[in-house]
Nanobody
Framework: QGQLVESGGGVVQAGGSLRLTCTAPGRTFSTSAISWFRQAPGKEREFVGG????????YYRDSVKGRFTISRDNAKNTVFLQMNSLKPEDTAIYSC?????????????????????WGQGTQVTVSS
């Protein structure tokens, strides 16, 4: 599967917002679930949230519920991660990943082995 490309990262003050974008040049991921993961320095990669191929289902880690929203536009082959009310602990490299798996169990969303394509990531820094 082809590589994914993230954009939209940057530096923002606590309480601010950023919108990340995930695209897939040269391939379509309209039949793939797309998730966002993040990794902070010295910490393990963690699942942030995901969206089903149709866009009808989303799933988020508890710490971002109510602040982050994932959406997708399959016609434009793009997935978005809208991040509001950002906190310093949200600072990390954010990566998107695609999976052909139909997630019927929430706990499977966060398993990296179920994703077949990944992006290089984009840095998000939230200053206090």
């Amino acid at each position: 599967q082809g590589q994914l490309v993230e954009s939209g990262g940057g530096v923002v003050q606590a309480g601010g917002s950023l919108r990340l974008t995930c695209t897939a040049p040269g391939r379509t991921f309209s039949t793939s679930a797309i998730s966002w993961f993040r990794q902070a320095p010295g910490k393990e990669r963690e699942f942030v949230g995901g969206i089903s191929w149709s866009g009808r289902s989303t799933y988020y880690r508890d710490s971002v519920k109510g602040r982050f929203t994932i959406s997708r536009d399959n016609a434009k082959n793009t997935v978005f991660l809208q991040m509001n009310s950002l906190k310093p602990e949200d600072t990390a490299i954010y990566s998107c990943a695609a999976s052909a798996v139909l997630f019927t169990t929430n706990r499977n969303w966060g398993k990296p082995a179920l994703y077949d394509s990944w992006g290089q990531g984009t840095q998000v820094t939230v200053s206090s």
